[in-house]
C-alpha cells in the first residue's frame, strides 16, 4: 500500500511540449512537496502546499504550475519544456506540525 | 556557500566496518535533523529523525547532532552490502515546511 505515489515514473519528451506528473498521498498528511533533484543528486525544494494552499515557490520558472485540487494529491504541470528541465522530480508530503518528509519514487523526465 | 554541505563521496569500505556519514550547515535556526537512504532509481527513505542536539539510536545505526559545531552525522554499525546507496541528510527549522538537503554521499559497502 504505496504512501506517497506518484505517475508517471518515467517520461520522455520533445522540447517545447507540455506534461503533467501526479502525485497522491494516503497518509493522510496535510503538506505536500515537489522537489527537483539534479543529475548530481542534489535535492531541491520546488514548492511546498499546505492544506491546498501555495506556501513556498522557490524561485521556480512559472512554467512549472503546481495543483492542489485536494490536500491528499499536488499534480504538476510544465509548459514549453527545455532540456534544462530534465531531472527526476519528487513528490513529498509531511504532517503540519512534524517535519519528516515522505517521498514518492520519483519521475525521472528527459526532455529531448 | 551552500547552507549544508556534505562530501559527495563515493565512499567504499569492506563490508563489518562503522560507517562515519557527515553534514556541515551554517543557519543556526535548524532545528530539526534527517537522514535519508537513497536506493538507485528509488526515492528517498526516512532512516533518521533528530530534534535539536544529542544522539539517536536505530538498530545498526546511530544520529548525532551538534548544534554548537553544527555538525551532524550518521554511523553505521557492521555495514552490510545492502547498506550501499547515496545517504542525504537534511535540515530545517520551525515552521520552514521546506527540507534544505546536502548533496549526498554515495556509499559502497564491498563484500
Known amino acids: 500500500d504505496t504512501a506517497v505515489s506518484q505517475t508517471p515514473k518515467y517520461l520522455v519528451t520533445q522540447m517545447g511540449n507540455d506534461k503533467s506528473i501526479k502525485c497522491e498521498q494516503n497518509?493522510?498528511?496535510?503538506?505536500m512537496y515537489w522537489y527537483k533533484q539534479d543529475s548530481k543528486k542534489f535535492l531541491k525544494i520546488m514548492f511546498s502546499?499546505?492544506?491546498?494552499?501555495?506556501?513556498i515557490n522557490e524561485t521556480v520558472p512559472n512554467r512549472f504550475s503546481p495543483k492542489s485540487p485536494d490536500k491528499a494529491h499536488l499534480n504538476l504541470h510544465i509548459n514549453s519544456l527545455e532540456l534544462g528541465d530534465s531531472a527526476v522530480y519528487f513528490c513529498?508530503?509531511?504532517?503540519?506540525?512534524?517535519?519528516?518528509?515522505?517521498f514518492g519514487q520519483g519521475t525521472r523526465l528527459t526532455v529531448v | 556557500q551552500k547552507e549544508v554541505e556534505q562530501d559527495p563521496g563515493p565512499l567504499s569500505v569492506p563490508e563489518g566496518v562503522i560507517v562515519s556519514l557527515n553534514c556541515t550547515y551554517s543557519?543556526?535556526?535548524?532545528?530539526?535533523f534527517m537522514w535519508y537512504r537513497q536506493y538507485s532509481r528509488k526515492g528517498p527513505e526516512l532512516l533518521m529523525y533528530t530534534y535539536s542536539s544529542g544522539n539517536k539510536e536505530d538498530g545498526r545505526f546511530t544520529a548525532q547532532v551538534d548544534k554548537s559545531s553544527k555538525y551532524i552525522s550518521l554511523f553505521i554499525r557492521d555495514s552490510q552490502p545492502s547498506d550501499s546507496a547515496t545517504y542525504l541528510c537534511a535540515m530545517t527549522s520551525q515552521g520552514a515546511q521546506k527540507l534544505v538537503f546536502g548533496q549526498g554521499t554515495r556509499l559502497t559497502i564491498n563484500p
Open positions: 502546499y499546505n492544506n491546498k494552499e501555495l506556501i
Open positions: 497518509l493522510g498528511h496535510d503538506t
Open positions: 543557519n543556526s535556526a535548524f532545528q530539526y
Open positions: 513529498a508530503s509531511s504532517r503540519i506540525q512534524n517535519t519528516e518528509a515522505f
